[in-house]
């Protein structure tokens, strides 16, 4: 079993930033990626970030150059330092977690980003 634990999340005014951790825990082996996805309300689940154990990291188009997504060393953490944040960007924050062919999802974390 895997745990996965949200923090990090606000409101915060237009332009702002934030940044998101999720912390992992339990029968952590060898986690192969880490993401994060957000769903606002009426939308559809969506990719946000995503990062390899070797460190590379993918964007999605609507957030290249505002966000910054890494591993902690102990690569059970994922963070995701959020700036110029825009209304748009207000949804549920979700970490997930891919490990031996299986994934884990947190439970969410709101951001809210007021104009």
């Known amino acids: 079993q895997v745990q996965l634990a949200e923090s990090g999340g606000g409101l915060v005014q237009a332009g702002g930033s934030l940044r998101l951790s999720c912390a992992a825990s339990?029968?952590?082996?060898?986690?192969?990626?880490m993401a994060w996805y957000r769903q606002a309300p009426g939308k559809q689940r969506e990719l946000v970030a995503s990062?390899?154990?070797?460190?590379?990291?993918n964007y999605a188009d609507s957030v290249k150059g505002r966000c910054t997504t890494s591993r902690g060393d102990a690569k059970n953490l994922l963070f995701l330092q959020m700036n110029s944040l825009k209304p748009e960007d207000t949804a549920t924050y979700y970490c997930?977690?891919?490990?031996?062919?299986?994934?884990?999802w947190g439970q969410g974390i709101q951001v809210t980003v007021s104009s």
């Open positions: 339990g029968r952590i082996f060898s986690i192969s990626s």
């Open positions: 997930n977690v891919f490990q031996v062919f299986k994934t884990y």
């Open positions: 990062i390899g154990s070797g460190g590379t990291a």
